[in-house]
């Protein structure tokens, strides 16, 4: 049986290209499931392997308090272990055809406070044109929720500043989604010239710009929330969508309905949304202005 899992290793290696990662995992991951077969089902062959079998080294490995992300990874390594031997007619069937791993346990998005969040959107300088251009950037994404994507990608014609509220497209649809008064005062200050300065006598529908007139990136943005994040003191990771995370869970913590705050962020699935309820908000503030603290 260990020829097979060695032949299997060398096809994803040469053959397939695979990582040394990769090939460490589905070695370790075979190895195992070798061990357990051999061991306590006193099987030999691997033609002998019935589903049975895998079900039970399953339990085994959920009884063995196994993280449900590793028991996953075992079974992705025997859908494709079993695959190549099938590939090969070195078994006459696939035992692991109908094996399906746990279900993962969704994990709860960073969420940072309101003071953590004021204390990140004073950050930028409102005296040079960069600095206005991440006041109003940062002020519209937790004004709004929406994903980075969407903020980099927005053209000047889906921002309605009167009406306060920016128009996200995507294949199949379009939200419209409010902002309040500080992200609209925020946008009419980088509009009135900052942006301009940006371009540098170019032309853009870009509504925010890089620093040589360009058009922002993931990366780029990701670069600047990380800096203002340091020197506000905010401490662990921060990563663009933790304003939107916390968008989302500040706006349900102070009352707001669930089914418009799926909307805003564009959730197909409202138990995508409903995860943000089963938060613990134990230290953030209790009494908030309506329901945005930015109102």
């Known amino acids: 049986m260990e020829n097979a899992v060695q032949e299997f290793i060398e096809y994803l290696r040469v053959t397939r290209k695979s990582s040394d990662n990769t090939l460490v995992s589905y070695r370790r991951d075979l190895n ?23 079900n039970a080294y399953l339990l085994y490995l959920e009884k063995g308090s ?38 993962a346990e969704r994990k709860l998005p960073g969420v940072i406070s309101v003071e953590e969040v004021d204390a990140l959107l004073s950050q930028p300088s409102e005296t040079t044109a ?9 002020e519209l994404l937790y004004a709004t929720g929406i994903r980075v994507s969407e903020l980099i990608g927005l053209k000047m014609e889906h921002l309605n500043l009167q009406m306060e509220y920016v128009i996200c497209e995507d294949r199949t649809k379009e939200r419209i989604i409010p902002f309040g008064n500080t992200a609209k005062k925020a946008l ?71 089914k418009s705050v799926q909307e805003m962020l564009g959730h197909s699935d409202i138990s995508s949304t409903q995860v943000y309820l089963n938060m613990d908000f134990g230290r953030m503030r209790e009494v908030y202005v309506r329901t945005h603290p930015r109102k």
């Open 188 to 258: 009419a200050a980088y509009l009135a010239g900052p942006r301009a300065e940006l371009l540098k006598g170019k032309t853009s529908d870009d509504l925010f710009v890089n620093c040589s007139g360009g058009s922002m990136s993931r990366q780029g943005f990701w670069k600047v929330l990380k800096g203002y994040a340091q020197t506000a003191g905010i401490r662990g990771e921060i990563t663009p969508h933790t304003l939107r995370h916390s968008f989302a869970a500040h706006l349900l913590q102070n009352g707001a309905d669930i």
């Open 66 to 103: 196994y993280a449900a992300s590793s028991i996953s990874r075992s079974v992705a390594s025997c859908h494709a272990f079993f695959q190549y031997l099938r590939d090969r007619n070195r078994i006459s069937s696939d035992p692991s055809r109908m094996l399906r791993p746990p279900k």
């Open 130 to 138: 960069k600095g206005l251009r991440d006041r109003a950037m940062l």
């Open 32 to 54: 195992k499931l070798t061990g357990y077969l051999q061991e306590v089902r006193e099987i030999s062959d691997w033609k002998a392997v019935t589903e049975t079998d895998l």
